[in-house]
């Protein structure tokens, strides 16, 4: 019941946030302004993801007040996500930090992480059922490349309205549910805590009539909500109390990690810089099939929680792990097969500029 308070005020909290610091957009220049590859007519505030960050951490401090949070290496992740706090916050205020800079950043905050927390991936687990797999001495760059992914992965997917909330919230539900079933009462209050924000998030970015205040996530928000997916999924699949198989926390994560390797390797393939935007995600292609923002976000959404529910059903029912190992390698081999094709089909490297979004155009990813 506690718990259940804690997401009601981290709901709260993050609805009172985000009108307090809507007036304060413009004078920190947090604003998204319209242009060519804009969908929206006026300037929208960039405060969605500090709202919800301050909400989570303010949340967070008040239930401790009542009962201890021993949310997993706190004072290591509340340094790491105030660092990426600073980083979002000048790459939303339009400094002058280009991708290979703003990723170099991330990855010494990934390594301050893995350096100083206990959050390290050791175990993979029997993925190819020859026995456990371990990443020995690379686990410090293992765990900070694959943080530095899921972290960016959670930024590249948010290139519509509510996306990446909706896609976050689906990653929440599976953890939520397996920390219920495993005893894990911190991390479930932290999935309470931080999916009542992002649901009073959406309230205020899901496009729908006679909505007074906007607001969009920003680089603040997408890397905060990656970075602490990616903790809370590495502490439940490497603590010796609890037996969530890596390659389940892939499946959780599917959709995003998905999109971002494929992505990635089809720019290579072109001969593109992988960190430079371009208009070659998943929802960029629904988008060019005619769907609108909020079909584009609850369909990629209903495919994250799909995605989910194979990892979460599989450890339920005692599937081994190289055969949820093998299904997500033929699934990863599928989508980028598939989207290969796509590119040749739709001639997607030559794609204009300009490309409409149902009766507007589509926002480009924030990146």
Not at 142 to 151: E, H, K, W
Request: glycine share 10%; proline share 6%.
């Amino acid at each position: 019941m506690l718990e259940f308070w804690a997401g009601i005020a981290g709901f709260s909290i993050t609805a009172i946030t985000i009108r307090l610091l809507n007036p304060l957009a413009r004078p920190l220049h947090l604003l998204d302004v319209p242009g060519p590859r804009k969908h929206h007519a006026a300037p929208v505030p960039l405060t969605g993801g500090l709202a919800i960050l301050v909400a989570f951490l303010a949340t967070a401090a008040l239930f401790t007040l009542v009962r201890p949070l021993h949310f997993p290496e706190w004072p290591p992740y509340l340094l790491c996500v105030s660092l990426l706090a600073v980083v979002g916050i000048a790459d939303d205020a339009g400094a002058a930090i280009g991708p290979g800079v703003r990723t170099f950043l991330q990855m010494g905050i990934a390594t301050v992480a893995a350096l100083t927390a206990h959050v390290i991936l050791i175990r993979l687990g029997d993925l190819w059922g020859d026995g456990p797999v371990t990443t020995g001495s690379f686990a410090i760059p293992f765990t900070v490349l694959s943080i530095l992914g899921v972290t960016n992965s959670m930024n590249l997917i948010d290139g519509s309205d509510g996306l990446a909330g909706l896609v976050s919230l689906a990653a929440l539900f599976w953890i939520g549910l397996f920390a219920e079933a495993t005893g894990q009462v911190d991390i479930r209050a932290a999935v309470l805590i931080l999916g009542g924000g992002l649901v009073a998030f959406l309230a205020h970015n899901l496009e729908y009539p006679k909505r007074r205040i906007r607001v969009f996530l920003g680089s603040t928000g997408t890397t905060f909500l990656g970075f602490t997916l990616a903790w809370m999924l590495i502490h439940l699949s490497q603590s010796p109390k609890v037996a969530l198989p890596p390659i389940v926390a892939v499946w959780i994560m599917g959709l995003p990690i998905l999109d971002t390797v494929s992505v990635m390797l089809r720019r290579i393939l072109r001969g593109r810089n992988p960190l430079h935007g371009g208009r070659d995600h998943l929802h960029h292609l629904l988008a060019q099939l005619g769907l609108g923002s909020r079909s584009i976000a609850f369909l990629e959404a209903t495919l994250a929680l799909g995605f989910g529910s194979v990892g979460y059903l599989g450890w339920a029912f005692r599937t081994p792990v190289p055969l949820l190992t093998l299904g997500f390698v033929v699934l990863a081999l599928v989508y980028f097969t598939g989207f290969v094709l796509l590119d040749r089909k739709l001639g997607w490297a030559e794609w204009p500029e300009r490309m409409l979004f149902g009766k507007r155009e589509l926002e480009d990813e924030n990146e």
